[in-house]
């Protein structure tokens, strides 16, 4: 009797988790391709420190994304190993013709979420 109630618990908690890891993926419409992810020291008159900076693809457009937030752990300098990465426009303002301005949050495979700026952008 204990056996089949522990068994439905674990069957019950483990739906409920598949529920909730399918509905963070649908949460995360655009694929980021990073195809290349470095930590870079700025040297700025507004704030020194650390960037992560990653080239990458979205739609078959070139951006290049940073976060100040996510370079470092401690001391350490962090990077992203290049690869498929869900994620989801957290802000946008165009700006005008010319110029615009775009978050994107990133989802990691441990549920993580990690928050970069759109700094740059090239012809494809």
Known sequence: MKKSILLCIAILLFSIAATVQAQKAEDYPITV????????????????????????????????????????SGSTPLSMKPGDYKARILKEDQINAAQYSRSYELLLSDGKKLRFDVIGESEN
Request: aromatic share 4%; proline share 2%; hydrophobic share 50%.
């Open 33 to 72: 391709h990073v195809y290349r992810a470095e930590t870079v020291m700025l040297k700025l008159r507004i704030s020194d420190g650390p960037l992560l900076r990653l080239d990458v693809s979205v739609g078959g457009q070139k951006l290049i994304l940073a976060s100040e937030s996510v370079a470092f």
